[in-house]
């Protein structure tokens, strides 16, 4: 089935079931699709008629879900002009309108970043875990309230199927998993959402793209700096052309690690070293920044000679990308290297700087633009937000809306065939031109609403 035929049957009954609850309607929608797929209209009235011939199979029900915020709670005002206003007032959804969600993997990122930033959100929730450690699992089921029957291991993460409160599955395993858990989670119904990079290959992307359209799931990749509001800023700024035309773009994404058993330093679990973990953050920033595409790339590689942990990933690689307008980004991503994540867009008449650029907090944005004898230097003070709470809720309101996600999977697979191109040139030690580029642009869906 096509997702514009479910669009068109689910917005005409959003707006006619308003007033019912979601569990209400979820347990109705189940009803028509279980009719629909019986092939027997024994629906009444017409409307009801095309609901039952539309959906012929299974979808995760979250596409129907009413969605209706209440106005905004607007308070009285007491600041001065020349200080920064109060945000507007957080307007949470109601816990039975959220969208729920199985994190799968409890390591660093789920505890220390994701699973506290769930409950920051407004449209969505925590509803279950999945993990090989029991122990672990109990332990975080009952910190943060999910119940004992909503936690699942891996060999029984299928089952998830059946669960009504689930309305997508996180991806948060190694990468050489994302394939995996995404197909057997698109084929359970429910749409997904993964974590960076993709998966290993270009060719596991297209799997996990092909998965989520039969099933007629959604599928975002957790791209969190295209939500992050400093970033976009910068995006703002180039797109209105303030400081002239971008002219070329240095980004550097560095880190250090220290042991050699951890599977980012094996090849299976991870697809390579430093650049799919953290020197995707540079092609993907820059690509986002700029708007366009890369048609060339040339690339070197090197690994510290007897050093234990790049015997099967890479510690560094350095490359330049050429984009149609003319500009050149160069990139490098280290594993050796004390922690530093920033890049610079050289413009015609100035230029932007973000430090900690990549960062999970902490963005510095500081331009310079020529103004006649002088520079003008600033510093961009923006609010900070929680770039994972700003990913969740937007995939969360893809699903309410049933829209696109910015970040689709084909923004995934995109940096998937970049970076094949990259480990290519280095290999061969000459330029690769981009034939085979995604039209990222035509997948993407609406600019996510970053409050
Ligand atoms: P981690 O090692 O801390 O956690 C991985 C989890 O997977 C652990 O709970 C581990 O028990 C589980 N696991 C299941 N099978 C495993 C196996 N065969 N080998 C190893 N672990 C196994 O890793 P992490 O840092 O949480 O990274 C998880 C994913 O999140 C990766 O894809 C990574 O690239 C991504 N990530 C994204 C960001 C971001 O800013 N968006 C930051 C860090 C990590």
């Known amino acids: 089935m096509k997702e514009n035929e479910l669009t068109d049957t689910s917005s005409t009954n959003i707006k006619e079931k308003e007033n019912i609850s979601r569990k209400g309607f979820l347990s109705m929608t189940g009803k028509y699709v279980a009719i629909g797929a019986m ?16 959906v012929k199979k299974p979808v995760s029900p979250a596409t129907m879900v009413p969605y209706k915020q209440e106005d905004q709670i607007v308070l009285e005002k007491w600041k001065s002009e020349y200080d920064q206003q109060s945000a507007p007032v957080p307007m949470p959804l109601p816990p039975d309108q959220r969208i729920g969600y199985a994190i799968v993997g409890l390591g660093h990122l789920s505890l220390e970043e994701i699973i506290p930033a769930i409950h920051t959100c407004k449209k969505s929730k925590l509803a279950a875990l999945v993990s090989g450690t029991p122990d672990k ?123 050699p058993d951890h599977w980012r330093h094996k090849k299976k679990l ?67 290297v004390h922690e530093s994540r920033r890049y610079r867009v050289h413009c015609e008449r100035g230029w932007l700087n973000m430090d900690k650029a990549y960062a999970y907090k902490g963005q510095d944005l500081t331009t310079a633009k020529a103004n006649g004898k002088l520079e003008l230097h600033e510093n961009i003070g923006m609010a900070e937000n929680n770039q994972f709470a700003a990913e969740i809720d937007h995939f969360s309101e893809c699903i309410l809306k049933n829209t696109k996600p910015f970040t689709p999977g084909e923004e995934g697979l995109q940096d998937h065939l970049l970076m094949e191109a990259i480990y290519q040139s280095a290999r061969e030690g000459k330029p690769v031109k981009i034939n085979a580029a995604v039209k990222v642009a035509e997948h993407r869906g609406p600019e996510p609403e970053i409050g």
Request: neutral net charge.
């Open 270 to 336: 991870a697809g390579g070293g430093a650049l799919p973990d953290i020197g995707l953050y540079c092609l993907n920033t820059t690509r986002f920044i700029l708007g366009e595409e890369p048609t060339e790339i040339f690339a070197y590689q090197y690994s510290t000679p007897g050093n234990p942990l790049f015997t099967e990933v890479e510690e560094f690689i350095s490359w330049q990308m050429r984009f149609p307008s003319g500009v050149i980004a160069s990139c490098a991503t280290n594993y050796n």
């Open 39 to 54: 092939g027997n209209l024994v629906a009444t009235s017409g409307k009801d008629r095309v609901l039952a011939q539309t």
């Open 137 to 259: 699992m109990k332990k975080v089921a009952a910190q943060y309230g999910v119940k004992p029957e909503n936690c699942y291991s891996y060999e029984t993460y299928d089952q998830i199927k059946n669960n009504q409160e689930v309305d997508v599955i996180y991806i948060v395993l190694p990468n050489g998993m994302h394939k995996e858990y995404t197909v057997r989670g698109a084929k359970a119904g429910k749409h997904i959402l993964c974590e960076k990079p993709m998966a290993n290959t270009s060719e596991e992307c297209r799997e996990m793209i092909d998965a989520c359209n039969k099933a007629n799931v959604k599928l975002m990749i957790a791209y969190r700096i295209q939500y992050q509001p400093h970033n976009r800023k910068l995006r703002e700024l180039l797109q209105k052309k303030e400081f002239g035309p971008a002219k070329f773009v240095e980004a550097a994404n560095c880190q250090s690690s220290a042991n």
